[in-house]
């Protein structure tokens, strides 16, 4: 059945409206969040090659993937934005949560779309969010690996776009817990942007700003994940009892919240625009109106790092970990069974080994192997249905499980060997540091031995001396000694 265009959805508009007027009384805030990431995907890795090929990426799968988003999604999307931002001033404004890894293959593969993210940056109304640079999971292992790729990323951004990452943090997918709040605090964050879970609610609103229960100076920014997921997953979709979504219908579900809700976290893929929602479907030109209609019923549009000075309604504890990943909203999607469990444990038991290492090589590698899209490709959870994970190129869950564990063999024999001549290269360095320190010890010793040799002559010459002159006394004492006997 062909898909109706943005046009058919605006005439399609009178049999949606509801009789029910809405009085805006209040200007409400909307903060549109997009989230992109690119992994580094393996190539299919053999027992055979473990020992003799240490290439583990598979450069045309990269490559094809990163060219087809940025052709489909990136570089439409971003020229969208960039217009919008113009058309309207300052009162559009956007965030980018965007993996290391993704500007890596960026940089490699398509130069063309880090240059339109930098002339969205140089417009001052975009905002990138702190992040872990590999998309990984390392907050659940490695507090100190987890801080080491949120610094890289800071340094990431930095260095593509000039501008330093704003106050708020999203991790992983939305990952979120009490103990990560702890860290992102320690490390000058001021929110966090995660997901507005049911569980974690309850019949609380998402659209408030919200602060942690264990540390409360973070604010919590909550992904209102109804509206979000309606235009990331039901947008085209002619079975949703919505169907079709206009940016009219979207608006007034808005208004029709309390009034005393008004921030609305509005946060998805990127890739929502043009590929996991087709051009056809009309995705784009509801990208482009959305600000416009909502300019004009009263909306605002804010980023994140200008609602953590609001006031928090209350605090959100969150003990087990949550994110964004399927009903379940938690870390089932990577950790969900025991293939994911053992890849996830072999692979931060190297951390410390790998930290102590100075290649520059292992440590690449090392973060590109944590991105957690290797393990999501493990998971069980929908393997029966026939349902897939997104451009998962392996057949089944232990096809990915066996692909990953071999490529990890073959990364751990590497650093050991490396471990080797490291530790070899530390004795040396050792004993021709303990060569020196004996050296100078013995040049200390001779030149304090020079020193009593010269302070031994002066006092031998001195002794000479006293003698030439006492001899002559001696004998006049002695002759006049004699003289007088007589």
């Known amino acids: 059945m062909p898909q109706p265009t943005y046009a058919t959805f605006i005439t399609a508009l009178a049999a949606v ?10 200007m409400r805030k909307i903060c549109l969040n997009f989230q992109i990431h690119q992994p580094f995907r393996l190539k299919r890795y053999r027992f055979f090659n473990i020992g003799e090929d240490h290439y583990y990426y598979d450069d045309y799968a990269n490559e094809s993937y990163v060219r087809k988003m940025a052709d489909l999604s990136y570089l439409p999307a971003n020229k969208i934005l960039l217009d919008l931002i113009k058309a309207n001033k300052n009162r559009f404004k956007v965030s980018f ?10 940089e490699l593969y398509t130069p063309e779309v880090l240059e ?8 001052g109304c975009v905002e990138f969010l702190g992040g872990t640079d590999a998309q990984s999971l390392a907050a659940l292992a490695n507090r100190k690996e987890f801080e080491n790729q949120v610094t890289q990323h800071r340094e990431k951004i930095k260095k593509f776009f000039g501008r330093e990452v704003g106050d708020v943090f999203c991790n992983t997918s939305m990952l979120y817990s009490n103990d990560i709040a702890g860290y992102v605090e320690e490390m000058g964050f001021h929110g966090v942007l995660t997901e507005g879970a049911r569980h974690i609610l309850g019949w609380k609103s998402p659209n ?16 209102n994940y109804k509206l979000s997921d309606d235009i990331r997953f039901n947008f085209s979709s002619t079975s949703w009892s919505e169907y079709p979504l206009t940016v009219e219908k979207f608006l007034y579900w808005m208004n029709a919240c309390d009034e005393k809700e008004d921030l609305f976290n509005i946060s998805l893929d990127y890739t929502t625009f043009g590929d996991k929602q087709p051009a056809s479907s009309g995705i784009f030109d509801f990208l482009r109106y959305l600000p416009v209609y909502a300019l004009k019923q009263g909306f605002s549009f804010v980023n994140p790092s200008e609602m953590v000075s609001a006031a928090p309604i209350a605090p959100v504890s969150v003990r087990f970990p949550i994110s964004w990943m399927d009903e379940e909203r938690d870390t089932s999607a990577w950790l969900g069974n025991e293939l994911q469990q053992e890849a996830f444990h072999q692979l931060y038991d190297l951390a410390e080994r790998v930290a102590l290492t100075d ?10 192997l944590q991105a957690c899209d290797h393990l999501r490709f493990m998971s069980t959870k ?12 392996y057949d089944s869950p232990y096809d990915a499980f066996i692909n990953y564990m071999n490529v990890l063999s073959d990364f751990t024999t590497r650093l050991q060997k490396i471990e080797k001549k490291e530790e070899q290269s530390i004795s040396v360095g050792e004993l021709e540091k ?6 100078r010890q013995y040049a200390k010793i001779k030149l304090e031995l020079d020193k009593l040799r010269v302070s031994v002559a002066k006092a031998r010459k001195a002794f ?3 003698e030439e002159i006492e001899e002559p006394v001696a004998k006049k004492k002695t002759s006049r000694a004699k003289k007088a006997d007589k």
């Open 97 to 106: 949560s965007i993996s290391g890894t993704a500007l890596d293959q960026f």
């Open 382 to 393: 929908h393997y029966a249905t026939g349902r897939r994970t997104p451009y998962n190129p």
């Open 359 to 368: 290649s520059k090589r292992i440590k690449a590698d090392w973060k590109y």
């Open 208 to 223: 408030y700003v919200y602060c942690s229960a264990t540390n409360p100076r973070v604010k919590l920014l909550l992904r």
């Open 434 to 439: 303990a060569l020196q320190e004996k050296d």
């Open 464 to 466: 000479a001396a006293i």
């Open 116 to 123: 339109s993210f930098k002339k969205l940056a140089d417009t």
């Open 17 to 26: 409206k509801q009789t029910k007027t809405i009085k805006y009384k209040k």
